[in-house]
Each structure stands twice: as structure tokens, then as C-alpha cells.
């Protein structure tokens, strides 16, 4: 039925030598055999076109789970993070998706069940090459054409998110950057030798500036300068400065800036400390 089985992530225009794909979500509580889903575009009559079986045999997809459709899963493993690469489908020739604008539907038993019309203007206006970067779906709850339902994915997690959850998804309410200790030793023993910072935010298409200063307010190292970030997600820190050199023990102030197009601005300080074992 509608609502079942959503279109999640689409990657339009891939870098070259890279490959289309489409990513599918069981929306529903219960599993789905592919077999019955079709994938397609419209035609200049705004009918469905192009529709290519997902599947020729039985192939049950569990609730929640995300797939990944495309000419060639190799590719895929290639170029971006890929968590699930069972949820790999690979077809002989996917519906033509232009790189300008164009439309993605779901069918199943000839009906749409879903459908996203897309066009480059859905990506984040300060991205300088769109190439490889997918778009992705912000919240199964609302059409696919709402306007703001799908973003670019975030370059902190590689651009792209096949086969799981999207980068742009809202997950709370709450606003946190939070270290993972305060304080790490970056000494190769095994034990807390990087400083994870780890960070939750309540908004989609937000762009950040994370960087690392000295007690004295020097600047010692820029973990992220003005790039998309996840809702969700970490950043490391390996106790190194802008040099490469391992940056004395101390106290460090990780300053945690993200802000909008529309000039909203969220900052966050964390202090922790980068400390060494004593000689014997």
C-alpha cells in the first residue's frame, strides 16, 4: 500500500565513472517481498514509465530496513560508507533520473505508491560541485515533495548514506555537543588516545566550524571548517595541531559552531584536557 515502501536517498549525478542509485525504506511494520515493488520515472505525459522489476524472485525486506537499487553495488562499495551491503540490489539498467531535474516513482501492482520530483535546486546553495552528493529524505511522515523533505546529504558523513538511516533525518528536539571524556591521552597505548566529539542537533542543513584552542584562546587545530553536517554524528580529535605535531599536555577549549542560511547560530564550548603519563 501507500506509505509502505518510501523513497529515501537518491543520487542523481554521480561523479564521473559513478553510477545512479536509488534507496527504498520498509515504512511499515511488517515485511515486504520486493517482488511486488516496481521503481520508475514519468513520461512527458506525467504517466508512470520506464519500470523496472526490483526483484524477479521472492525477496522479503524487514520493517526499517533501507535498499539500496543501482547498475552496479561495486560502485556503490566503492565511492561511499556502505554499513549493509546485503541491502545491495544490482539491476542490468536503471529508469534514465536526468542530472538537472526529473522524476522517481514506486509502483506496485501498477499503482504509485510513492513518487519524489526532484530538481539540482534541491541541494545546499553553497555547495560548490554537486557531483556524488546524494539527496536525502528528512521524514517518512510527510510527502516527498513537501518542500525541505529532502536535502543534501552531509559531507561529514561522505556525501552519501546507502543502505542506512539519513544523515539529514531529525532524531530530537535537544541541542548537545558533548566530549566523550574530559580527558584523553593520545599517547598510542589503546586508551582513550582520540577525543571524540560527539554532537546532536534538532535541524536539518546546517553547516559547522569546530575548532580546537588553547587555554591561552590559540588557535591549535580546525577539526571542520563551513562544511554540511549530519543531525547527528562525531568528530575526533587526535591531539595533533594544524602541523601534524602532537600539541602539549594541557588544557584545550573545542569550540562547536553551527549556523543556517537563514543566520540562525549555535555555539557550544567544551573544555578537556590532552594529558601524558609520567616518566617512571
Known sequence: EKGDVMISEVLFNPKSGGVDFVEIYNHSGHDIDLKEVQLGNLNAAG????????????????????????????????????????????????????????????????QIIDQLNYTSKIHHP???DEDGISIERVSFDVDANTEGN???????IGFATPTYKNSQMLVSNEN????????????????EDFLLVNYQLDNHAKLANINIYSDQGKL????????????????????????????????YVVV?????????????????????????
Open 256 to 280: 562547536f559552531e553551527c549556523f543556517d542560511l537563514s543566520g540562525q547560530v549555535k555555539k557550544f564550548k567544551n573544555t578537556c584536557v590532552l594529558a601524558m603519563k609520567l616518566n617512571d
Open 47 to 110: 504517466l508512470a514509465a520506464s519500470i523496472k522489476n526490483i526483484s524477479s524472485v521472492r525477496h522479503m525486506i524487514a520493517p526499517g530496513s533501507y535498499w539500496v537499487i543501482s547498475t552496479s553495488s561495486e560502485n556503490i562499495r566503492q565511492n561511499y560508507e556502505v554499513k549493509y551491503p546485503n541491502q545491495l540490489i544490482q539491476l542490468s539498467s536503471l529508469p534514465a533520473y536526468g542530472n538537472e531535474k526529473g522524476n522517481v516513482v514506486l509502483l506496485s501492482g501498477g
Open 220 to 251: 591549535v587545530r580546525k577539526l571542520c571548517q563551513n562544511q554540511t553536517i549530519a543531525t547527528e554524528g562525531r568528530f575526533t580529535w587526535d591531539g595533533l595541531n594544524e602541523r601534524g605535531e602532537l600539541s602539549a599536555v594541557g588544557i
Open 150 to 156: 529532502f536535502k543534501s546529504a552531509a559531507a561529514n
Open 176 to 191: 548537545s555537543v558533548k566530549l566523550s571524556s574530559k580527558t584523553f591521552s593520545p599517547d598510542g597505548d589503546g586508551y
Open 126 to 128: 553553497l555547495l560548490r
